[in-house]
C-alpha cells in the first residue's frame, strides 16, 4: 500500500535542502574550527581580501548580515590582529578594512580546509552530476524568488 501521509514524491524538498545544508554547515563548521577559525571569520577574511567590497557598509551587504553584526565580527578580528580599519581621508563617515600580515596568514590556512571541503563534496558526483546540481539549484532559487 502506497505511503499516503506525506506529499507525493517523497520528503518535500525544501526540507531535504534544509536538512543537507544543515550537515554540510555542520562538517565545514568542525574543519574550520579543527584550523583554528570559524565560516563566519572565513567569509568575512574572503570578502576584505577580495578588496570589492571596500567599506562596512558593502561589506555587511555582501555578507548579508547587518552593520552591528559585521562590526562585532570586524572588532573580533581587529583584536586578534587579523584585520586593520580606517576611515576614508576624502568621507569620514566611510570605514575601510583590510587584512593584516597576520590575517593573510589565517586567511590562506581557512582556504585550505575551504577548498578540502569542497573538493570532499565534488569528489560525491560526477562532473555532469555537478553541471546538473548547480542548474537544479539556480532553477529552484528562481523558482521562489520575485
Same mark, same amino acid.
Given at each position: ?7 507525493? #514524491?517523497?520528503?518535500?524538498? $525544501? ?5 543537507? =545544508? ?13 584550523? #583554528?577559525?570559524?565560516?563566519?571569520? /572565513? ?8 578588496g570589492? /567590497? #571596500? ?8 555578507? $548579508? ?6 562590526? @562585532? &565580527? ?5 583584536r &586578534?590582529?587579523?584585520?586593520?580599519? /580606517?576611515?576614508? =581621508? ?6 575601510? !578594512?583590510?587584512?593584516?600580515?597576520? #590575517? ?6 581557512? *582556504?585550505?580546509?575551504?577548498?578540502? @571541503? ?9 562532473? +555532469?552530476?555537478? =553541471?546538473?546540481? $548547480? ?5 529552484? *532559487? +528562481?523558482? !521562489?524568488?520575485?
Amino acid at each position: 500500500m502506497p505511503d499516503m501521509s506525506g506529499p507525493p #514524491g517523497g520528503t518535500p524538498i $525544501g526540507l531535504r535542502l534544509s536538512r543537507t =545544508a544543515r550537515v554540510l554547515t555542520q562538517a565545514f563548521e568542525r574543519a574550520m574550527a579543527e584550523a #583554528g577559525g570559524s565560516v563566519s571569520t /572565513w567569509q568575512v577574511l574572503l570578502l576584505v581580501r577580495s578588496g570589492e /567590497w #571596500g567599506t562596512q557598509a558593502k561589506l555587511a551587504e555582501a555578507l $548579508g548580515v547587518t552593520g552591528a553584526t559585521l562590526t @562585532h &565580527h570586524l572588532n573580533a578580528l581587529e583584536r &586578534h590582529g587579523l584585520v586593520r580599519r /580606517w576611515r576614508d =581621508a576624502g568621507n569620514r563617515r566611510v570605514q575601510r !578594512v583590510e587584512l593584516t600580515p597576520e #590575517g593573510e596568514a589565517v586567511f590562506e590556512r581557512l *582556504r585550505e580546509v575551504a577548498v578540502a @571541503h569542497d573538493a570532499r563534496l565534488r569528489a560525491a558526483l560526477s562532473d +555532469a552530476e555537478l =553541471a546538473q546540481l $548547480g542548474d537544479l539549484l539556480d532553477r529552484l *532559487r +528562481a523558482a !521562489v524568488e520575485d
